[in-house]
């Protein structure tokens, strides 16, 4: 049966040199060309804790993902996801325990966001290599918030990136040629993101624009088993 298993972590430069570890991730490319990917992340100030799983087709569709999340040591919720016939279905437990389910009509290759870092570099692959104009990206949340501190079931938002090209980056965990692409984000960031590979490997992500100008995540520990 053939597979590949990746793990490493991703950590956060501050522009007066600054860093800290924020997330922890392990993925996935299945027998079935599927890739999966499970992330653990936190906040510079260790107030906020997420666990994601996602899990995408061979084509990066989505198929179902999963998360919950800790902030300020209390228990904020989770929330589980299926994509089936186009329609996003949504289970959403709340601090006291209940559950609310609901259905949402969903356009043609929409992304299902659950604010891994490493996701950022997946979402660039339904951005097309052969145009280098900007393209629309639309993406279905958990959180109406940059930093994702909070759960909801989320809206649907558009945005727009384009590919940049190809070029060789050194960051702590090594020297990777990758694929660079930039982000027009939905909160008003111009993101360049760095992915490496056929797993789409995140490598590096800059703050262009925006706030948090000159903050930088980057790979730093990598292995292939």
Not at 78 to 106: A, M, P, T
Request: positive net charge.
């Amino acid at each position: 049966m053939k597979f590949s298993v990746y793990h490493g972590q991703i950590n956060i430069i501050e522009p007066d040199g600054k860093f800290y570890d924020y997330e922890n991730f392990i993925v996935t490319r299945n027998p079935d060309g599927s890739r999966s990917l499970r992330s653990v992340s936190r906040s510079p100030k260790k107030d906020l804790l997420r666990d994601v799983f996602q899990k995408e087709s061979k084509e990066w569709k989505p198929i179902e993902a999963y998360g919950s999340l800790y902030f300020k040591d209390k228990f904020q919720g989770s929330v589980l996801r299926r994509i089936i016939d186009n329609k996003l279905h949504s289970w959403l437990w709340s601090l006291g325990g209940e559950c609310d389910y609901q259905v949402f009509d969903i356009p043609k290759n929409t992304i299902i966001g659950f604010h891994a870092i490493f996701h950022e570099s997946w979402k660039m692959k339904l951005i097309s290599n052969q145009n280098k104009d900007y393209q629309q990206i639309i993406t279905h949340t958990v959180s109406n918030t940059w930093n994702g501190k909070t759960l909801d079931h989320g809206s649907t938002l558009t945005s727009k990136a384009k590919y940049e090209g190809s070029e060789i980056i050194e960051v702590s965990a090594g020297r990777f040629k990758c694929e660079k692409y930039l982000w027009l984000t939905p909160f008003g960031k111009e993101l360049a993101i760095w992915s490496f590979g056929d797993d789409s490997i995140f490598i590096k992500m800059e703050v262009i624009r925006g706030n948090n100008k000159g903050v930088i995540y980057e790979l730093a520990e990598f292995i292939k088993s």
